[in-house]
């Protein structure tokens, strides 16, 4: 099974250093427009929201671009963007049904998450568990309550297969 980006907004602390540290991946600089994921803060009720790009088997981006500049990685765990091909019509920001591809206003040029080509540096920053990267059912996002969660529940199942 693929790996993909797995999010549980409830244990977001709303810190941002997934967006921060994507964006000095990316561009060597920290700005939240640079960022290829988003987290929009909600101060009264405590649950953030992270936007992100699910990679989808039938990826509305990839499939609505006039020119063929989204396409799937050599991997397959991925799509990104030829930017020889990309006219910057902004049809991918458009389509998207997550709202996940996004302008990067200081290289003028729409911008989507690639999964830092296999190792999202957001999932490696994010230290509430919000963020993380895997493959396998059990990983799910409507079953992952959270890292620390999840982790506990791997650990009993070792312990008793031994």
Known sequence: MKKKLIVDNTVCCGCLSCMTNCSQYHDSHASPESARIKVNLEPF????????????????????CPQGAISLSETGNYYEVDYQLCVDCHTCIEVCPYGAMFYNPFRERVMKCDLCHGDPICAQSCFSGALWYGAGDEEQPDKLVSRYFFLEKKKKKANAHD
């Open 45 to 64: 009720s405590g649950v953030h929201t992270i936007i992100y790009c699910q990679q989808c088997d039938e990826a509305e981006c990839h499939q609505n």
